[in-house]
Each structure stands twice: as C-alpha cells, then as structure tokens.
C-alpha cells in the first residue's frame, strides 16, 4: 500500500489531484459527497463536479495548494443527500506521488464537528456584507441564536440565544403561522417572506427573510438558518414618497384642470366662477377675493371664506387710491403682506383692509395681478392664509402663470372676440419669455400658426433655469388645430414645467407627465423633445416622446441629425418609462429642436427636410450667426415650402 491509499482511507471525504485541478483518485465518501459515481468522476476537474455557485470557490482552494505549496482552506458546499447541503471544511495541501515522484494536491474533510462555528465564518462575512443579519435555528433547543452580520440588525435580537416562543410572540399575529411554515418547509432554501416584528425600543419593524437548511460537515447535524433584513425605514420612504406623488398628481392634475377652465372661460362669470370655486384649493388659502377694474374702480367679488360684508367695503374704491390691492394693479407686482405690523409700514395712510381687525402675526395675504406682460393688469386676485405665509419661487411662478392665463381670458372676453382668438392668444401666452443672460448660451424661439383651417394650434417651446442650474428646453406638437389642442397644450407644458421644478432627469419627467395624462383619458396626444443643457461645459441629457430628432450644427459647416432614446407620445401609453441620452454641446454650435411643420410638407419628407433644416442651420453657425437670425433663417425656409402645419424652432448656442 503506497502513500497515495493512505490518504484515502481517511473517514471523511478525500482526493488526489494532479496541480491541474483533475482528480487522479478519490475514496468512497468524497464520491458519495459529490453525488457522483466514482468513475464518473476520474480524469475530471474537481471544480466541474460542484454547483456553479461552488466552482469558483473549489478552484482558488486547488490554485492556493498548487501553486503556493502551502496548506488552503475554504468552507464548501457539497450537494448532500435529501437536497440538503452539506458545509464541509476542505484543507489542499501539495503532496508528492512516491511511486512517480508527481506533485499532487491532496484534498480532504477535516472534522469540524468541535468547531462548528468555523464552518459558520463565510456565512457570516457574507451576511455583514450585504447588509443582512444571519441566525440559526436548533431545532432540539427550540431556539434561534444570533450569529451577526450587519451591526444595523443587532437591535432586532439583543440576546444571543432566544427561545422561539418569545420570538414568536414578538411578530405580528397575522404572521406567526407563515413563520412556523417558514422553519419546518422541506425545500433546502425557501423563498422570502415579509414579517412585522415589535421591538420594545421603537415599535414594530418590517422584515424580510429568507431560510436555508444546511447539514453542518460531513456527518454532522442539520441546522436551518435565516438571512434578514430590516426594510422598515425603507418601506416609510416608500409610503412618503407613494404619498408626496399621489399629492404632487392630484396638484398637478387641479393646475392642468384649472388653466384649462381659464382658458375655455367664455363670459366674465364663467371665469369669476373658475377663479373663486378652484383658486382657494389649489393654493392652500382659506379665502379668496376676484378684483376687475372697470372705469378705473374695483368691482370684486368673493368665495366663502372672505363674506361679501368684507368684500363689498372695497367695491367702488378708486384704483388711484393707495393700498396694496389698487397699488398691486397699478404696478402690475404681485405683493405679500405677512401681518399686521407689515401692513402698517408700507400702507401707513393707506386704505384699510376689511378685515385688519385678522390680519394678526399669523395671518397672510397675497395678491397677484391679472395681466399678460407689458398690459395694464385688468384685476387681481387676492387670496388669505390663516398662517404666516412664504410662497416659494416655484408657487409665485404658478401663481403669476395662471394670473397671466385669467388675464388673458378676461381681455379677450372684454374685447367679445370669438373663441379661437383668444385660445390664439393664450396660445401665444403659453410660449414664454425665454431666459436671458445665460453665461456661455444663447436660446431663441420663433412660432407660427398653421395657415389652413382655425389660426391656432397645439405647437409649444419652453425654456427654464432649473434649480441645479441646467438650462431645461422643450419642444412639442398636440395633434389638432382647434380650441381644444391649444387647451391641451397649455395643461401639457405647465405639468411638465411643475413637475421639472423637482425632477432632475428629463426621462423622468417626461415619465411622469405621460403617468398624469393617461390617469387624465384625454382625447389628445402630445409628442414632446426634452433637453437639459450644462451651460458650464455643455453636456446635453436629452428625450423624446416620438418627436422629430434633434439637430446639431457646427462651426465647420458640419450637421448630424441626432435620434434621442425615449418612448411613445405622450397621454397614450399607461405605465411608459421613458429612456434618455446624454451627448455633449461642443462650444460654437447650436442645438435645433423643430416641430414637425418645420421638416415636412407637400413633396417634402421628413429626411428630406431635416437634410435640409441641418444643413441651413450648419452654413449660419459657419456664418457665424447668433441664435435669434439661425431661428430666423429656419422658420423663413419652413414658409417658403408652403408648410401646412404649426411650425416652431428652438434654438440654443454655445459660443
């Protein structure tokens, strides 16, 4: 009998390797461990008679004794009868063949039974790792005792050993049954199962776990233990933010509802009715007050919670008189007073309020005007707060937008024009003053209205300083040429305008304005392009919702037209997760972002007129134009092939 048997007579399991991983020889129970008869696995690699999940672990252990000639250990797990793994500690160490003079690796099982926590070590480092917390379950000392992992968990068993019964007792009675389920289910690893846990400390916890069935060596007793985590926190994060979107929908639904009452208004009570039955709710004011000028005197009137007694000591009052109300009309400045003391300072022999006798320390008021930029405001609309009140950039740009929306209906309703003159110009109310002083760009905009069937349409652009400073620019097309396209677009730009104002990535918001169109059923669709430019080194994140592609133009004379990733048109698709690209803006190029009308027409395709749109746009930035003269040079080519459509251009250039 040479050296090479000796080893194998070993109790546990045993095997001879060449340096090479192959098994040479191997004894009865190593066969049996791997599950494998022992001719089958002659000749083979040792790593290629384990699970995939152990070959990596069972190679490093025959490369650490082959190549370092030293002794290696590892915690593996071989198959196991029942479909239970057995976790054995395997030593390799270098040996030497005396019939050949070979140099093995020999592999074998060493008792652990005195050490069964060694063979727990991997375990553990694996649960700590992944942030989870690791116990085992004895099934004759019907207790579960801690065996660590993420120092986060520790609080969820302050003991070392519980018995079960206080563990059961601490979990939510719904949960107790699915538990013990969870402890006697035959599979070897069981799938994860949410628990509620009460803790003394700070009340009941959220858990998941999951359990495994391990026979600990070879011969050695089976054990069942559990992996968990504690997703408490994360699940109150989730329930805030399900709430924050739920009320960041609905406002944003009530915005979309309100400037699409405003502009559908027909008669001056049709608006007072849209203003004082929907202003109070969508702003959190606990009244509201409707002032018009009407031969220069304030005709008001008022919703429930401001009386008409209040109300009717400012009908008649002069718009010369001073005051906040006349002066916030006369000036065209949205004004704030924040309580009594304020009042007095700047009004000091002005007209008294109605209801100074409430205008105490925690007691608001605001005013915006109604107009549209560079009118007269024909009125305003007041609101109170039964708190101290500061309205935030994002609500004082809200308010102002849909002032401008009322303004605008009222003019329009004064001057008894018909209904698409005044969608026209609320239209063109919705097409903004773009930013001005951007450092390193400049943007410009042109839009012209289809000239076949109604003058209006549902084109739009946008462009806005978000709060990181990026420059966000959009460009978008409803389908029709009626009142009610114009209506759409408006509530389509100002939920995207008031959703960007928290989302930072155009992908999400235009995610998120498809979510509030659908839950809407609107009859329309939108496509939209989204861009959010760095003015600092230009890099460029851009979507599309099946708008026209982008182009890009260079100083060189060069052009591309770039295909944005993205989805479906907007209000179509519930549950669309729209996709994004980011590019870079190299300094003295320009970004084009068209409509439709703009690269088609009779006779023209829509490759044939970006071709064409590019290449015009390349030969003015080779020119060295600005942006307003390349949205010139664009919209002017667009009329001269006779469009048909809505056209708009959106222009942004980095110097």
Known sequence: MDASDELLRRAGPSALLTQDGAVRSLNAPMASALGRPTEECLGRGFRDLYPASQRLSAESLVVAAARTKAVAMRVLEFPGPGGVPVACLLEARPVKDPAYGEQLVWVHSLNAHTDLASLLIPFRLAAEAAGLGLWMYSPQLDQLEWLGGAPAMVALSPDLTTPLSRVISALHPDDREPFMQLLRSAPAQSPWLRLRHLTPQDGWHQLVI?????????????????????????????????????????????????????????????????????????????????????????????????????????????????????????TGKPLFVLNREDYTRRWSHGASLPWMDRLSSDYTISITPLGETGNQPLG????????????????????????????????????????????????????????EHLPGLEVAARYRPSRDGLDIGGDWYDAFVIPDGAIALE????????????????????????????????????????????????????????????PDDGQATGTSAGHVPVLCARRDGSHEVRELPGGPVLGVVPGTEYREGTFTLDEDSALIMVTDGV??????????????AGTLAAQAVHDGLNAEEIADRILDAAVAVDHLDDVAVLVIRRA
Not at 482 to 487: C, F, K, L, R, S
Not at 601 to 612: F, H, I, N, S, V
Request: glycine letters at 8%; aromatic letters at 4%.
């Open 380 to 435: 305003a609309w007041l609101m109170t707060y039964g708190s101290e009140y500061r309205p935030s950039l994002e609500e004082r740009t809200l308010m102002g937008a849909l002032a401008d929306l009322a303004g605008q209906a009222l003019r329009r309703i004064r001057l008894q024009q018909a209904r698409v003159e005044l969608a026209t110009a609320l239209q063109q109310t919705m097409l903004p003053t773009l930013p």
């Open 210 to 330: 999951q359990t495994r069935r391990l026979q600990l060596g070879y011969g050695g007793p089976e054990r069942s233990f559990g992996l968990l985590r504690d997703d408490t926190k994360q699940e109150k994060r989730k329930r805030k933010a399900q709430a924050a979107l739920a009320a960041e929908r609905q406002r944003a639904k009530e915005i979309a509802d309100f400037s699409s009452a405003l502009i559908t208004a027909a008669t001056i009570q049709e608006l007072q009715q849209v203003v004082l039955a929907r202003l109070a709710a969508t702003f959190g004011a606990s009244g509201v007050l409707f002032a018009l000028v009407d031969n220069g005197r304030l005709s008001v009137s008022t919703d429930a919670g401001i009386t008409m007694g209040e109300a009717q000591t400012l009908h008649g009052l002069s718009l010369d008189c001073a005051g906040p109300l006349p002066e916030a009309i006369r």
């Open 599 to 612: 690269v088609e027409g009779p006779g023209l395709t829509l490759d044939a007129g970006l071709e064409r």
């Open 475 to 534: 460009i978008g097309d409803v389908q029709g040429h009626d009142v009610d396209a114009a209506a759409f677009m408006g509530q389509v730009r100002l939920s995207i305008r008031a959703i960007a104002a928290q989302e930072p990535d155009p992908a999400a918001v235009l995610t998120r304005t498809n979510k509030l169109l659908t839950t809407m059923d609107p009859a329309r669709f939108a496509s939209c392009t989204m861009l959010q430019v760095d």
